[in-house]
């Protein structure tokens, strides 16, 4: 059973670059209906997409990020990042990794999820 | 691009029937997907492509999609259902996912 799990520092500052890992378990990351996406909750507000990367590393991204995040994968290791710079406070929320699962144009599923990390901003 | 709204809570007792709804326009030509998120928790995928199940989960969630609302139906509410539901669609114009402001279940 695929498993994902974060990793990354729980505290970083303002202006400072945040790097998150999201290690997969249990299977690969090979096939090509599949592509690798980061989430966040900050506290007390809604699910954001941050975006997400395929296979072949060709990413999108949430617009509202301002060209801020990058997503980056490496099969051959069975993990996928995220680097989002510059830091403000606006950026302290859970992070959560997952996997997309692309069964049609328009039926693309995130399943399963990582646990999330919280990822604290402050001075 | 299409907006998803969702109630921000629905409240039911014990053993009733919560429906969450999460509205669109048009949305009924999307497969919507439900996720289930509980505090500390991964979400859960709970309905899928409208209206399937994963493995795993109950028979008492269920989903429709028609018109400018889809539904997620959970039957014989129990205290553990309770959590934050999210509906989701994907917008294959701009290549990125559209999802409700989520809905808190409380369960009485």
């Known amino acids: 059973q695929v498993q994902l799990q974060e990793s990354g520092p729980g505290l970083v500052k303002p202006s400072e670059t945040l790097s998150l890992t999201c290690n997969l378990s249990?299977?690969?990351?090979?096939?090509?209906?599949?592509?690798w996406s980061w989430f966040r909750q900050p506290p007390g507000k809604r699910l954001e997409w941050i975006g997400d990367t395929y296979n072949n590393g060709r990413a999108n991204y949430n617009p509202s990020l301002k060209s801020r995040a990058t997503i980056s994968v490496d099969t051959s290791r069975n993990y996928f990042s995220l680097t989002l710079n510059p830091l403000t406070t606006a950026d302290t929320a859970m992070y959560y990794c997952?996997?997309?699962?692309?069964?049609?144009?328009?039926?693309?599923?995130?399943?399963?999820w990582g646990q999330g990390t919280l990822v604290t901003v402050s001075s | 691009s299409l907006v998803l709204t969702q109630p921000p809570s629905v409240s039911v007792a014990p053993g009733e029937t919560a429906r969450i709804t999460c509205g669109g326009n048009?949305?009924?030509?999307?497969?919507v997907n439900w996720y289930q998120k509980k505090p500390a928790q991964a979400p859960v995928v709970v309905v899928y492509?409208?209206?399937d199940r994963p493995s795993g989960i109950p028979e008492r969630f269920s989903g429709s999609n028609s018109g400018n609302t889809a539904t997620l139906t959970i039957a014989r509410v129990e205290a553990g259902d309770e959590a934050d539901y999210y509906c989701?669609?994907?917008?294959?114009?701009?290549?990125?996912?559209?999802f409700g402001g989520g809905a808190k279940l409380t369960v009485l």
């Open positions: 048009n949305v009924a030509i999307k497969s």
């Open positions: 249990g299977g690969s990351m090979s096939l090509s209906y599949w592509a």
């Open positions: 997952a996997r997309r699962v692309i069964y049609g144009s328009e039926l693309n599923l995130f399943d399963p």
């Open positions: 492509d409208d209206s």
């Open positions: 989701q669609v994907w917008d294959s114009i701009n290549d990125h996912p559209v």
